[in-house]
């Protein structure tokens, strides 16, 4: 489960269309409007890590976004990172201790 | 009906998340952040990759991280995270993980052609120290080196600093930061006497215009650009300049762009200088008050080696600009002199010489910078109509002399990395000091950095081949002297020749002058200039390299040995921002395996040496000092024994585990119950982080460096504190009597640094009055002028070529390739070219292309379109990936004044594969 919390920052008179095109993405949910200053936080849900990250660049790309960044990072159910390993750090089999091949190629 | 699991995390990462930023929380959200982290330890800490010092938060359960989010107190960036920052949490758990020493062996024994095979700490050890032991003796401490980091915390630094000078007596250390901030070093020495910046971050709050000199904040300090974003869009009169060689992503928001031909930044500066001139917009109260004028001699070369004998044959006609250079149309005019004409470069072994001048002669200097001629020799692209890069160089000009605006100019690697990247650093307080811009909020001139402690780690502590902590010098018999007093060292421990920097540790090995070589934090194979050179030094020749990595990078795989290091929350540290701000972080978890802390293997690896091995006299070639033997240092065993050591005494016991740190006690109450994997291993019952903290602040203090004690920085409410802290309060404005305790009342302002302030009088071209004159108290405003690239585009390499970083990777990439998503975002280093340039060489986007030099070639892909747009001429790709290695086409060309690489200027040619 790749969860983050993002804070928002747009325009406060262009506040209700972002709202509405934050909520219109994929696995964004906007949580939080400050309407007097234009702050917003949205809780993103994506498939994977790259979802992710591209997630945040089309909040970024939105007309009228001033800032988005990342702020929370949820990491407890999300160990697995690694699934993917470009192939020439795939380890070697050795009992004793993992030699990355990359190392000996 | 409840809320599914997934809903009340999301309510309770909104609610936390809105509390970061500091927006209201619902008393039920509240609620659920309370049982989501129910159980979870959250801790301040420190984010591990910019120099921006981010703090962000860390939480951990049952000794795991779990979650991570930005530190809404921390005033450097309240709250937010790039996506860097983001994956602090993810960089130590990658699959590749190094969790065991590793050595190459053939038959059970160690052997440079044997393939890397686990073994133990002892193993690992044994091997370095007969290394070690082989090449001390026949070398002496000249033979010895270690390439160290920006990125060491700073009691790794300081320890690592120590166990060479004062027990090696070797000062062959000297850290990556050489190749990012030196230059801006050694301009804050030579203009102000001391080291870092007089301003800080709140002078973004405080700007009316802010202009970038080869900084592409956008994408290399996210958070400190979306501080300048801010003020940008909330400050009506707030403008944004961007000086770059081409479009990038820093220009989105700018309202001026101007596209320089590379080095011409030079000239540019001087161009602004002859406006003030001109323009009557002296600040002369504070000109006349605080300055003084100053210049040095221009036929200083190149940083490259004095000889060419290890030189392929290719590189040889640019090697010979080093001893000689005939000067063409525009230094010609720029220095004064006739087109044509060879000067012999007379003053590479002092290149630092400078003297004072008059302000009739300074204004002499700047007077061949018009408008015309600055503009035709800048302008960066070739499409662009020279009118309108005129008028651009006018709106600079007038943006700097305006009396309503407020300035500030941020650089990075753009000034730093260049043949002349001194004088570009000192031209830039040439014009905020003729201006009297300089040291109030929203005025100054502010050097970025690149790592996260190049100031804390490399400056403050001196992990130089020429410094010793808080600004003292090598050189310096009164520095030696003190630093002496303060390790408990018999005189004349110290050496007094300065060690070889980055580079020459490189050139070192290949020449085989030093044989046993020591990494750690740092990827030199890959990221040093013309690798070709370095790669056959490690691997080829008769040398022993361990290297101290958490994953394996291009230096692990061309190592002997190699030791897991810990990571950064699974140790204790602290570290120093571009702002002075130091900040501590407690170890969180514990590091994998048999990984272990650096300070952990400095130590443990100093119990196998005695101090009779090295304090003995020792030979070293070319020494020569006042009070010295040519060639040697005494011995200092006698001395050693009168002040109560034994000569069997170790190196752990006399530098590290003395009777004042193993008072200072583990476990401690400041750790609220987090681990010190280094005080257990250690196991004599001492905090290493705090008590070597607690020997290095006496350095700082007293002398306008001064920092807190270890535990103040560890108290709740502190994020970190900007030196000088002075009577428990932190420093803003440095050199601002408004801010700074050490300027003396009623002065207004004062340049108190003490370095290089008697210096003799001369004019444009020499010294006329050697006396050496006091200039206390005052900064010196340099003439230095516009100088050619050593290499440029010819007719055979016909592009230039520019490397550095993108955002999504840091560096070499060891650690941000190791998160996959990362990866993916930028799967390969890509060539970036005009369409143009791309046509005329039958290549299109994504083609497959050989980048060729003098030096070296690598295969890489073409992109014309994307982040950066480049002008006709100009190509660009960044150094992060192993497998374009583009530092085997850059050129080892590097300022002579700082020795920091300049890895902007190549020249090559582009063709398809």
Redo the contacts between chains.
Sequence with gaps: ?N?????VAAKPEWLPSVVAELNALPGV?V??V?EATG?I???Q?AA???A??EG?KRIKALPHV??A????????DD?Q??????AE?V?QD?P?????A???D | MGLSRRDFLKTSIAASTAATVGMPVAKQAAAAVKASEAGWQWDKAVCRFCGTGCGIMVATKDGQLVATKGDPDAPVNRGLNCVKGYFNGKIQSGKDRLTQPLMRMKDGKFDKKGQFVPVTWEQAFDEMERQFRRVYAEKGPTGIAMLASAQKTIQEGYAFNKLFKAGWRSNNIDPNARNCMASAVAAFYSVFGTDEPAGNYDDIEYADTMVLWGANMAEMHPILWSRVTNRRLGHKAARVINLTTFRNMSSDIADLEIIFKPQTDLAIQNYIAREIIARNAVNWDFVNKHCVFATGPYDIGYGMRPTDKFAFPAEKDVQERERRVKLDKYEAIAQRRTEGEIVEQKNTANPAAHWLITFEDFKKAVEPYTLDFVAELAKGDPDEPLEQFKAKLKQLADHYIDPQRKVVSFWTMGFNQSVRGTWVNEQCYMNHLLLGKQSQPGNGAFSLTGQPSACGTAREVGVFCHRLPADRLIPNPAHRAFTEKQWNLPPKTLNPQIGSFYAKILRDLEDGSVKWLWVAVNNPFQSHPNINHWLKAARELDNFVVVSEAYPGVSAKVADVILPSAMIFEKWGSYGNAERRTQHWRQQVMPPGQARADIWQAMEFSKRFKIKDFWGEQKVPGLKAEGYEDGKLPSVLDEAVKMGYSPEDSLYKVLFATPANLKVRWPDAVAKGHPNHVATLLGDGWFPEKALWQEYVPFTRGDGKDLADFDVYHGDKVRGLKWPVVDGKETGWRFNEQYDPYVKKGAGFEFYGKLFKAIPTGDLDKVTDPKPVSVAGKAKIFFRPYAAPVEQPDANYDLWFCTGRVLEHWHTGTMTRRVPELHRAVPAAVLWMHPDDAKARGLKRNDLAWVESRRGKVQIRVETGGRNAMPRGYTYAPFFDEGVLVNRICIDAACPISKESDYKKSAVKVYKA
């Design positions: 489960m969860l983050s919390g993002i804070f949910e949580h939080q400050d702050r936080v949205v809780v849900e994977d890590i790259p992710e990250i945040l001033v800032t960044e990342m702020v929370y990072h949820y990491l407890a160990r990172v690694y699934d993917d390993l470009p750090l380890e050795s004793a201790c993992a030699v990355p990359y190392l000996n």
